[in-house]
């Protein structure tokens, strides 16, 4: 297998990893579509299937999580499948900026304020608001250190965002946004099956297969370790 270069910058092996072509012949070959330690994903991939078969169980917890939070404080679907929706790039694809790909993936077949909650919450949530008694988070000081201050491009993001209509749905993910992590409290996405029918417009052909600008983030996901 060849490890993704994002995943080997900073890494010894970020200089070396290719070597392993030389080592290639008859019986050795690079990896090249279904994963054997991975699930087998279903012809025409939904939402649940990703959520069931290749998200990170604990980050697809939260999601569920902070849905259900949203939806018992009868907030408006638009919020709840935002919040569960709102940190998908971190179930199944990157960290980093995982605001921005997650907007990205999930942006065809949303509406376009979901889309929009989902790329600011991750600015929204270094900076509070009284108004709607929105503190910095206690987890920020233990994750980065109580000195740490975002940098400029995410304090430009945030000014942007809290003049922008739709500023209070973003707001309302990072109010629901649980550190709780309560392995114990799980919900299934059978409990979202409705919403998603009602607001997520899944393609006939499956995530990945649609043709659409974002497609191949999901073939990437069913198959990560595809060579190239
Ligand atoms: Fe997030
Ligand atoms: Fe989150």
């Given amino acids: 297998m060849l490890t993704p270069a994002i995943c080997t910058m900073g890494e010894d092996s970020h200089r070396t990893q290719y070597d392993v072509l030389a080592t290639l012949g008859p019986g050795r070959h690079l990896m090249m579509g279904d994963d054997p330690r991975l699930p087998k994903m279903p012809d025409r991939p939904t939402l ?6 290749r998200f990170v169980p604990m980050v697809a917890n939260h ?4 849905a259900e939070l949203a939806r018992r404080a009868g907030l408006d679907e638009t919020v709840v499948m935002a919040c569960l929706l709102h940190d998908i790039a971190m179930a199944g694809l990157v960290t980093s900026d995982h605001g921005y790909w997650g907007a990205q993936l999930i942006e065809p077949y949303v509406g376009e304020e979901v889309g929009w909650a989902v790329r600011n ?6 900076f509070p608001d009284d108004s709607v008694g929105y503190r910095y988070p206690d987890a920020y ?10 940098p400029d491009h995410i304090r430009h993001a945030y ?4 003049g922008h209509r739709w500023y209070m749905t973003g707001r309302l ?3 629901n946004d649980v550190y709780g992590f309560d392995p114990g409290a799980a919900v299934a996405i059978d409990a ?5 029918g009602r607001r997520f417009r899944q393609p006939k052909e499956g995530l990945g297969f649609d043709n659409s600008p974002v497609a191949h983030m999901w073939r990437t996901m069913i198959w990560p ?3 190239l």
């Avoid at 999601?63 to 902070?66: A, D, H, R, V, Y």
């Avoid at 919450?121 to 270094?126: E, I, K």
């Avoid at 979202?192 to 998603?196: H, K, P, R, V």
Wanted: glycine share 2%; proline share 2%.
């Fill in 63 to 66: 999601l569920l999580q902070s």
């Fill in 141 to 150: 000081v233990r994750y980065f250190g109580a000195d740490y201050r975002p």
């Fill in 159 to 162: 000014d942007q965002a809290r």
């Fill in 173 to 175: 993910i990072t109010l």
């Fill in 48 to 53: 649940a299937d990703f959520f069931r078969h």
């Fill in 225 to 227: 370790r595809n060579s």
């Fill in 121 to 126: 919450h991750q600015v929204l949530r270094y």
């Fill in 192 to 196: 979202f099956e409705d919403l998603i």
